[in-house]
């Protein structure tokens, strides 16, 4: 499985960063996206992208950050061929988009991109990628990391996380995963990495950083991590084992 890092901005796009949203995709061709805070439908678009491989969305909250390219998509589902299931944590978010579509197309049904409330615990599987999401106390409305599976691989997305970062998953301490996609917006990088080290990650991936001069404490205190630690620009693609 791979992903690409099509942005990594926190709250806010940033220069060469767009917010929030990451592409998986599997060794069969399936391309799903997690978050969508970017303008991902002209990144992708600008390239060609097949759109027919995209499977799935899963938006981990409903902050703009990392859902703001929803509404392109939605927008232009039907013009790029778009037919994938929309996954958002909250009724409510699931309730404006219906009604962004129905202002946008007089008679959307959404039977090309139907929009699903995502439970706790296992609740996607394609026969190609399996999905479960874990909540994070980050919002008091449901907020969800997740931990996605496929070709034997696996990535753990955080989404955002509390200050206290007591709602940083504590399976991930014994279970192994490919690769955490984290972000370092709540709390410092010291405290981070005093979290992901004792996890069985192979691999973390740190975005959503802010404030920006935090990068530098990333970067300088990553030499003394157990495992790899990446500070992922846009467009970096990585193979997850
Ligand atoms: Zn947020
Ligand atoms: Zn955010």
Redesign the pocket.
């Known amino acids: 499985m791979k992903i690409r890092f099509l942005g990594t901005s926190y709250g806010a796009p940033a220069p060469g960063r767009h917010q929030q949203s990451l592409l998986l995709e599997t060794d069969a061709g399936n391309a799903y996206l997690v978050d969508a805070g970017a303008p991902v439908l002209d990144i992708l678009a600008g390239e060609g992208y097949d759109f027919g491989r995209l499977k799935a969305i899963f938006i981990t909250?409903l902050?703009g950050?990392?859902m703001n390219g929803l509404a392109d998509i939605l927008n232009l589902a039907a013009y790029f061929g778009i037919r994938c299931g929309i996954w958002l944590s909250e009724q409510r978010g699931i309730d404006a988009f219906e009604a962004y579509c129905r202002m946008q197309t007089p008679g959307w049904t959404g039977a090309h991109t139907p929009f699903f409330r995502i439970e706790e615990g296992a609740f996607y599987d394609d026969g190609v990628l399996k999905v479960r999401s874990v909540q994070t106390a980050?919002?008091k409305a449901p907020c969800f990391g997740f931990l996605l599976e496929a070709d034997a691989s696996s990535v753990y997305v955080t989404g955002?996380l509390s200050p206290s970062l007591e709602d940083f998953p504590a399976f991930l301490d014994t279970v192994p995963v490919g690769m955490v996609v984290t972000e370092c917006a709540h709390f410092s990088p010291e405290a981070l990495y005093e979290r992901i080290r004792r996890t069985r990650c192979a691999c973390a991936a740190v975005i959503h950083v802010m404030p920006p001069s935090r990068y530098e404490a990333l970067a300088a205190l990553a030499g003394d991590m157990p495992m790899p630690v990446l500070l992922p620009e846009d467009g970096d693609v990585y193979e997850i084992r």
């Open positions: 909250h902050h950050d990392h980050h919002m955002d």
